[in-house]
T-cell receptor
């Protein structure tokens, strides 16, 4: 157990639907990162939150959004789902807002559209 | 553009031999690098990291070498074991920036008994 908890582990849905992925960071970590892993793209950074505020944004689609709550857990919302959104979605956490420190990954949510 | 590339998609080694996995990075401003191991169905697991003010760092059975002149990173695994079979990713980070990691495509390590 890495200390980063992601739910659900598996999610099967249909095109056009909306889903929410949840992440609880490791105790003491203030930053949460979301990554998408697909077969042809590898691990792609989506977005980072630090202590409730958006810190960095990657190539995240407009149909996707995220937020970090006061208890530091984060949710990634995916809407108007397309077949190409099928992927593994990983959450990671770290103690700081900037880089240079270790990151701990969760075990991921496998989304099938 | 932003990219961290791996030279070989698959590496096959005999059990007990040493393994070397290579990685090229493109961003000269990157000053923190991490190697991750990912087993099937699991999230990336931290192996070892190195900062740009170092050229070598050793862990248990693993060594990371950093050559900033040619922007090259390598992971050496001593006495490779069947449990080392996995996909290995290198990742880079600009420490003074955000915690965003840029991942390479990954190298699959296969250990033959």
């Amino acid at each position: 157990d890495s200390g980063v908890t992601q739910t659900p582990k598996h999610l099967i849905t249909a095109t056009g639907q909306r889903v929410t992925l949840r992440c609880s960071p490791r105790s003491g970590d203030l930053s949460v990162y979301w990554y998408q892993q697909s077969l042809d793209q590898g691990l792609q950074f989506l977005i980072q939150y630090y202590n409730g505020e958006e810190r960095a944004k990657g190539n995240i689609l407009e149909r996707f959004s995220a937020q970090q709550f006061p208890d530091l857990h984060s949710e990634l919302n995916l809407s108007s789902l397309e077949l190409g959104d099928s992927a593994l979605y990983f959450c990671a956490s770290s103690v700081a807002s900037g880089g240079g420190y270790g990151y701990t990954f969760g075990s991921g949510t496998r989304l099938t559209v | 553009g932003e990219s961290v590339g791996l030279h070989l998609p698959t590496l096959s080694v005999q059990e007990g031999d040493n393994s070397i996995i290579n990685c090229a990075y493109s961003n000269s401003a990157s000053d923190y690098f991490i190697w991750y191991k990912q087993e099937s169905g699991k999230g990336p697991q931290f192996i070892i990291d190195i900062r740009s003010n170092m050229d070598k760092r050793q862990g248990q059975r693993v060594t990371v070498l950093l050559n900033k002149t040619v922007k090259h990173l390598s992971l050496q695994i001593a006495a490779t074991q069947p449990g080392d079979s996995a996909v290995y990713f290198c990742a880079e980070n600009i420490r003074s920036n955000t915690g965003k990691l840029i991942f390479g495509q990954g190298t699959t390590l296969q250990v033959k008994p």
